[in-house]
């Protein structure tokens, strides 16, 4: 079968592979949909913590497919073969405090399909005992494309933000980064009844798509004062949530200039290692009363409201794809990705 693989050297290869063979406690997948996000790239780039150097690995981790095979042990009274399904890609432990809370995406010994083991962009996956158990694998209905079910993962993530902060009429929302996943913060923020969005990016073409999204504002604060431009739309008051949608430093040391009394902030995009020490007033903090969060990755039930919201078309996630290649045009594929112009990339296969 084809896949694509990296060591983490800057390039991708188009592999020809085994078809995978599973065990009596794993499930076949047939790939049918699987988009590129930006944790591929980077790994791609630059390899992955949890991973040795040199280690080849197949990426892919936002994904949909069929149920091709079921391996004996596993309940048929849960699965079928034919049946539509797509993924959560990370699994934890089961036994630490994280795992039995539900949040087995903040297990320090997660593995996870496309980063620590092979992944998705490739025409079978192999599905672990693990994910079976824990309820990885969520059946979707006909009414929801692969495609769309593949943007379920990246959607999941910004749900798990949005209730961290607890997005909710009236608020007054600044998403700082216009990229793929600040576009899905800005329809999960819409959804949640916010009751205006600011959106702060320096490139044109992805001001210009944040406003195609329903953003009510969007500025260039290279060219103009974004303080200035939070304190006219909020009376002075400062926004009520603020998301930090990319890896900027001067983002997050900023946010608390920006923020109400009694705001929230969250800080989802991650800084680049070495870079990931910030200067705040923590006063602000103080005085103010400000929640500060982070967020990384979904629980399951997370996932499976996601599957929900998109099943519902409640979000729209087929506005988000800007191109479509098979496997075999992955360096295509990659270099679509990394374009300004893009917001999703998805290999149909």
């Keep these: 079968m084809l896949a694509i693989s990296t060591l983490g050297n800057g390039k991708i290869e188009i592999i020809d592979i085994p078809k995978p ?63 539509r399904v797509a993924i959560a890609p990370n699994i934890g432990c089961g036994h630490c405090d994280n795992c039995i809370s539900g949040f087995t995406n903040y297990c320090e010994n997660y593995q996870a399909i496309g980063i620590t083991i092979n992944g998705s962009f490739a025409e079978y996956l192999k599905i672990p005992y693990e994910y079976i158990i824990q309820g990885n694998i969520s059946k979707i209905s006909d009414s929801l494309s692969f495609e769309e079910a593949s943007l379920v993962e990246p959607l999941s993530t910004v749900l798990a933000a949005s209730e961290s902060i607890n997005i909710a009429p009236p608020d007054i929302v600044l998403i700082i980064g216009a990229g793929p996943m600040g576009i899905l913060h800005l329809m999960m923020a ?42 006219r739309e909020t009376d002075s008051k400062g926004v009520n949530v603020l998301i930090t949608a990319a890896p900027s430093k001067r983002a997050q040391e900023e946010a608390l200039e920006l923020i109400a009394t009694k705001g929230r902030i969250n800080l989802f995009g991650g800084l680049p290692k070495g870079q990931d020490i910030i200067s ?11 929640l500060i969060t982070g967020t990384t990755g979904q629980s399951i039930h997370q996932y499976r409201k996601a599957i929900s919201i998109a099943e519902s078309k409640k979000i729209d996630l087929t506005k988000l794809i800007t191109a479509r290649f098979s496997l075999k045009e992955a360096e295509k594929a990659f270099q679509t990705a990394v374009l300004e112009s893009t917001l999703k990339v998805v290999f149909t296969i």
């Design 21 to 83: 063979k599973i065990s009596d406690n794993e499930i076949l997948l047939k790939v049918k949909a699987s988009s590129i996000c930006g944790t591929d790239i980077k790994i791609k780039n630059f390899g992955h913590f949890k991973n040795p150097e040199g280690k080849k690995i197949v990426l892919g981790h936002e994904v949909s497919g069929i149920i091709e095979q079921i391996g004996k042990n596993v309940p048929s009274s849960l699965f079928t073969e034919g049946m």
């Design 190 to 231: 819409r959804l949640r009844g916010a009751k205006k969005i600011i959106v702060s990016e320096i490139s044109d073409i992805r001001r210009e798509q944040a406003l195609q999204f329903g953003a009510d504002i969007a500025v260039n604060p290279e060219k103009v004062n974004l303080k200035d431009v939070v304190l």
């Design 280 to 290: 705040i007033k923590s006063n602000i903090i103080h005085y103010k009363n400000i």
